[in-house]
């Protein structure tokens, strides 16, 4: 609806003057007319390249991946480390630990597979903290850092030896652990009796093979029920982790 200029008032289509107040009506071209329409709707719609289409964007999922993956590496290292790395400082906690708490089986695992693998050493590792533990003439909360130094606690009824080492985990951590020398054992027989001799590890009542008592025990207090035809009685040893043989002799007496 067009509007008089002059007045305001309506007009109808297609007349020449304003039929109110006379004001002349100048024609409008049909171009000005189109111009007026409102594009906003033109606006919010995003116009595409001449002779083209609009790619959508995808995401990188392969820089994800890539990260999950390093994610994954790292958990898993950190994860064996935590389980196969053992510090100087950790190591020696453990000692202390073992010995305060008189954990033998804590305080066997502190050396190599070699020596917890070993027949009977856990009996042997027992006494050994035991044995700490009562007679240490050292602080006990310096037991390991003691032992880790390479020194002997004071006081023990025998002069352990331990040694100190350490190994690389997957080529790039150092793990230390403690190693020490087995104590063969040779029988003697001096009864007499000139029968088959039969040998028992009283705190286990498990029987002893002459092959065992050879190829050495762990550190530690051992004590044998031994019968040798009508004589029997108990015999100790105790190891000390020299590697020197121990020498059992069995009397009648």
Not at 63 to 78: E, F, K, P, R, S
Request: proline share 3%; charged share 25%; glycine share 10%.
């Amino acid at each position: 609806m067009k509007h008089c200029t002059n007045c305001g008032a309506n007009l109808p289509a297609g007349v020449k003057f304003c039929p109110h107040c006379g004001q002349k009506i100048e024609s409008v071209p049909a171009h000005a007319a189109d111009d007026t329409v409102d594009h906003a709707d033109d606006r919010s719609t995003p116009q595409l390249p001449l002779g083209g289409t609009q790619t959508p964007r995808k995401r990188n999922n392969g820089t994800v991946l890539v990260i999950l993956a390093v994610l994954v590496i790292l958990g898993g290292i950190y994860g064996v480390k935590k389980r196969l790395v053992v510090s100087r400082d950790q190591l020696a906690e453990n000692l202390t630990t073992a010995v305060q708490k008189e954990d033998g089986n804590l305080f066997l695992k502190q050396f190599s597979k070699d020596e917890q693998k070993l027949k009977f050493s856990d009996v042997g590792a027992q006494s050994v903290v035991k044995d700490m533990h009562n007679h240490s003439r050292d602080s006990l909360s310096e037991v390991g850092r003691i032992i880790v130094d390479g020194q002997r606690v004071t006081g023990t009824e025998v002069k352990y030896h331990f040694n100190f080492e350490s190994k690389k985990v997957l080529g790039v951590f150092t793990s230390y652990y403690l190693t020490t020398r087995r104590s063969p054992v040779e029988l003697t027989d001096l009864t007499g009796s000139g029968g088959s001799v039969t040998v028992k590890l009283k705190d286990k009542q498990q029987r002893v093979s002459k092959q065992q008592l050879q190829s050495g025990f762990f550190p530690g207090k051992y004590t044998f029920d031994i019968q040798s035809g009508d004589t029997q009685g108990d015999y100790w040893i105790w190891a000390s982790g020299d590697g020197e043989t121990i020498d059992l002799t069995l009397t009648a007496d």
